[in-house]
Structure formats: C-alpha cells, structure tokens
C-alpha cells in the first residue's frame, strides 16, 4: 500500500520560514520523481517544485528563490524549506510522487495546511 504522509504545515507569520517533510512507503523512492504541489482555496492544484532520484530540480516560478526541496533516498523523505513565506502562498501542500517508468503514475499524500499570516 503506497503511503505518502506531509507533515510539517501550520501557521507562520509573513516573512517566516516553514520545512515540509514527506515520508513515503510502499514505493520504490529512487524510481521516483518526488514533487510539491499546493492549492490554494477556491484556486487549481498548482506544481511547486520537483526533484529526480539523481536530485535535478525544477522550480515553478512563484518558488523560485524562496523553496528548497531536498530529498534522502535512504530516508525515502522529501523536503521543502520554505522561506520569505508570503500570504498568497496559504495553500494546502501536497507531496507527489511520479514514476519513472510509468510517468501517467502519480500518488498523492493527503496534505498539509499552510497558513501565511499576520
């Protein structure tokens, strides 16, 4: 059974920082590309950032400079360090995992909030 479980959302002031962590299980981690995704309310599921096995990323670019993803294969964990955070990144945050061999594949984690405020 494939699990991908966020964790580390929660409230942060303007300007703040937040790190999201993704454990996932029931997959072949390295066979998979891992990605972020948030959707705001009332908004689309919109991409955030990526990273391979070999650990190339790809940044939409309202993360650009601001989100760091990394990931541990031996953990089977993905991250994203996010900084400079801004309200109009309130958003759930969703942990993707895409196959490489099967790249119609996709699971998702369940979420977690982020709230940007005052």
């Known amino acids: 059974q494939v699990q991908l479980v966020e964790s580390g959302g929660g409230l942060v002031q303007p300007g703040g920082s937040l790190r999201l962590s993704c454990a996932a299980s029931?997959?072949?981690?390295?066979?998979?590309?891992m990605g972020w995704y948030r959707q705001a309310p009332g908004k689309q599921r919109e991409f955030v950032v990526s990273?391979?096995?070999?650990?190339?990323?790809n940044y939409a670019d309202s993360a650009k400079g601001r989100f760091q993803i990394s990931r541990d294969n031996d953990k089977n964990t993905v991250y994203l360090q996010m900084s400079s955070l801004k309200p109009e990144d309130t958003a759930v945050y969703y942990c993707?995992?895409?196959?490489?061999?099967?790249?119609?594949?996709?699971?998702w984690g369940r979420g977690t909030q982020v709230t940007v405020s005052s």
């Open positions: 993707n995992a895409q196959s490489v061999l099967v790249d119609t594949l996709h699971y």
């Open positions: 029931g997959i072949s981690f390295r066979l998979h590309v």
């Open positions: 990273i391979t096995s070999g650990h190339s990323i």
